[in-house]
């Protein structure tokens, strides 16, 4: 069983920069893949970025690529995005979540666990 708690959500304008973090529990968080999904309602559960288990692997969606960068550290169980330049269009309910079943996952099939989300909001 893993759990996920995200922060580091808020309101900023546009061009500004957040950083996401999300810390799991569980035993084994350097063997597994983790993700960085947004949402918007109405809308489904969008991929913004993955990471391999020690961090060698990331991929990213077109729209986060240039501007996002996923990070992590198995020290702390965590899982990092940072992201700059930010748009109007990138708000959202961001979601980490975690693939214990594979070590890379750069898809949004999968997952496994998902933390609660934390709201981006970015101003024009």
């Known amino acids: 069983q893993v759990q996920l708690v995200e922060s580091g959500g808020g309101l900023v304008q546009a061009g500004g920069s957040l950083r996401l973090s999300c810390a799991a529990s569980g035993r084994t968080f350097n063997a597994y893949a983790m993700g960085w999904f947004r949402q918007t309602p109405g809308k489904e559960r969008d991929f913004v970025a993955a990471?391999?288990?020690?961090?060698?692997?990331?991929a990213y969606a077109l729209s986060a690529k240039g501007r996002f960068t996923i990070s992590r550290d198995n020290a702390k169980n965590t899982v990092y995005l940072q992201m700059n330049n930010l748009k109007p269009e990138d708000t959202a309910v961001y979601y980490c979540?975690?693939?214990?079943?594979?070590?890379?996952?750069?898809?949004?099939?999968?997952?496994?666990?998902w933390g609660q989300g934390t709201q981006v909001t970015v101003s024009s």
């Open positions: 979540a975690a693939d214990e079943n594979t070590y890379f996952n750069p898809s949004n099939r999968g997952y496994d666990y």
């Open positions: 990471i391999g288990g020690t961090g060698g692997s990331t």
